[in-house]
């Protein structure tokens, strides 16, 4: 997706995109949010963080063998926030977790004649390392870890 703004006259501003994840577990060890290239502190999606100058974002499911991948041109700051609700029921109040925002937050200068641009690109593959990576770790001596997919 590309986001294109132009003016007729010079401004200054900020263009946010939000994303709202349904990533429905808020904290473990095989599901963790990545921020170019690294496990985020906390890694886990019911965390609250923030970051700047980011320009990759990822959403590993190992479990499920998914990668939500979100790169962003130019870098940014990125925050992300559980999403909850609150439910009343017999045994009291508890907090329920749906999911995951996410905000891209750009600072902008806009000249006439001279648009900005803003590019995300999203991409979905598998979390488990490829076949070749297990090969390499079996003729280094080392022994792959293999992580285990969906239940029945």
Known sequence: MLYTLASERARAGV?????NLGLHVPEA??????????????????????????RTTAFVDAWADRRLTLEVDPACRFERAPIETLSLSEGGAERVFQGVE??????????PGTPARIRFTLSLAGARPAAGAAGAARASGRRAERLPGPRA
């Open 15 to 19: 263009l946010e995109v939000e994303l």
């Open 29 to 54: 060890g095989d599901r963790f949010v990545e921020v170019d290239g690294r496990p985020d502190s906390p890694p886990h999606f019911g965390a609250r963080g923030s970051r700047d100058g980011v």
């Open 102 to 111: 996410v905000r891209y937050r750009f600072a902008l200068r806009l000249e």
